[in-house]
Structure formats: structure tokens, C-alpha cells
């Protein structure tokens, strides 16, 4: 049955599986996967080839109206277990009825910086902070269908672990 994606209806956060952040927006990873450019005989010019289950680092960042308890506690120089949960609104073409879809990322974050934004009367302060990803990992209706794990050599996509077969070659 053909669905639209339409849009984020809302979205919670939790550390530890229990405390609300509460933010105005949150900027997930960028999944890039580290390359290199490959030439030399039998090859007409360069290529670029990506290496299999291996990520750049990744990076997300949390926004605030105001400075505020948790953003203070997400300064903590100590991983954060980020649980961000989403309800995704989608259009059943077929009924032409919404439907939500739950959409959960979790996340180890460390602090890489926090901007502490600005003080004007009746305004925003734009507080902000922006936090290494060691470990990510989406569920979409409550299937993993991403895990992220360079410390451990996880690299799942879609169900199939890509690095598998490198842990078994490294004996891991």
C-alpha cells in the first residue's frame, strides 16, 4: 500500500531512558562513509570507492530557546545515552487517511561545544550544543533498521551487518 511521507508531528527526548530535554531542534548525524580514490593500472582515470562499514565521525547538535537544566547537564564531559523518539506523519493513498509512524534514534553523545547564545528582552536566548556520536542506532516501528557502532565494528544497514565478515577475518 503506497504511503507519503508528509511530516514530523513531534518529537521527544530522553537521557537515560528517563529525563526530558526539552529542545527545539535536533540535527541527527550525517551518515558518510569514509572513501578513498583509487587509480593506477587497469584503471581509465580515478575512482572513488567507499570502504565497506567504516564512517566518518559523526556529530549531532541539540537547540534550546533558553538555557536551561538539561543543556547544562549535556555539558558533563561523560557519554550521554540520547533516546530521541519521533511520530512521523504519513498519507495512506489508498484510505487517504494519516497514519503515524514511530521513528526512535539512540544515541552516545559526548560534548564538543556548547553555545551559550545571547540575552535580549522578549527573545530566544538560541542556546546550543553540538556532541560527538560514538554510537547510533534507528528503529523504525520498532525494527532496527540502522546500528552504528565503530568501536565495536557494527556497521548495519537495512538488517545486514556489513562488517561481519571483517570482525570474522580480525578474529573479533
Known amino acids: 500500500m503506497a504511503k507519503v511521507d508528509e511530516l514530523v508531528v513531534n518529537y521527544a527526548i530522553y537521557e537515560d531512558a528517563t529525563e526530558y530535554l526539552g529542545t527545539t531542534e535536533v540535527t541527527l548525524p550525517d551518515l558518510e562513509y569514509m572513501s578513498e580514490e583509487l587509480s593506477g593500472a587497469g584503471i581509465a582515470g580515478t575512482v572513488e570507492e567507499i570502504i565497506t562499514g567504516h564512517l566518518n565521525a559523526m556529530t549531532t547538535t541539540f537547540n534550546f530557546r533558553t538555557v536551561t537544566a538539561a543543556a547544562v547537564k549535556l555539558m558533563e564531559p561523560r ?5 530521541l523518539r519521533v511520530a512521523q506523519q504519513q498519507m495512506n493513498m489508498r484510505t487517504s487517511e494519516n497514519e503515524i509512524n514511530a521513528v526512535k534514534h539512540i544515541m552516545k553523545v559526548k560534548p564538543k561545544k556548547t553555545a551559550l547564545g545571547k540575552v535580549a528582552a522578549a527573545s530566544t536566548a538560541d ?23 565503530p568501536l565495536n565494528f ?17 578474529g573479533k
Open 127 to 149: 542556546v546550543s550544543g553540538e556532541y560527538a556520536v560514538s554510537y547510533y542506532a534507528m528503529y523504525m516501528g520498532g525494527n532496527k533498521v540502522t546500528e552504528i557502532d
Open 79 to 83: 557519554v550521554h545515552r540520547i533516546d
Open 154 to 170: 557494527i556497521c548495519i544497514i537495512n538488517g545486514k551487518d556489513y562488517l561481519a565478515e571483517v570482525r570474522k577475518a580480525l
